[in-house]
């Protein structure tokens, strides 16, 4: 059974963990500096994965609506899929950046809990 890497795979802050502390998600910006992801600072918050079987037209489709949503980071998105609790979601920042996460179950309902 594969494990979120519970990371930003592209975009802005790529690299950064993605965690929860007492029920809100953040990307750890430092050991010390924390980004919360909640209404204050996201401005969209769009789920890039699908509860379907992937199939090559439904990437290709994905990693289109990715890139226009989010640019080239978006494409990421072609070459992923929900996988037994694995989001890909696509994060704009009220600040204008952008990013790209790879997260589990937990940590998305806190996302998206949160941001609306």
């Known amino acids: 059974m594969s494990k979120a890497s519970n990371k930003v795979i592209a975009g ?4 950064k963990l993605v965690g929860v ?3 809100e998600a953040f990307i750890s910006l430092t050991m010390t ?18 509860d379907s079987q992937i199939s090559v037209a439904s990437a290709a489709m994905r990693g289109l609506v990715g890139e226009l949503i989010f640019g080239p980071i978006g494409l ?41």
Do not use: W
């Not at 802005?12 to 690299?15: A, I, K, P, T």
């Not at 500096?33 to 699908?50: H, M």
């Not at 996988?83 to 994060?91: A, D, E, M, S």
């Open 76 to 116: 990421v998105a072609a070459a992923t899929a929900k996988r037994n609790g694995i989001h890909i979601v696509g994060i704009e920042f009220k600040g204008g950046k952008r990013s790209v996460v790879e997260v589990d179950d937990k940590r998305y309902r806190n996302m998206a809990q949160a941001c609306f």
């Open 21 to 23: 502390s007492f029920g």
């Open 33 to 50: 500096k924390l980004l919360y992801l909640n209404k204050e600072t996201v401005s969209a918050l769009t789920p890039l994965d699908d």
């Open 12 to 15: 802005d802050y790529e690299g």
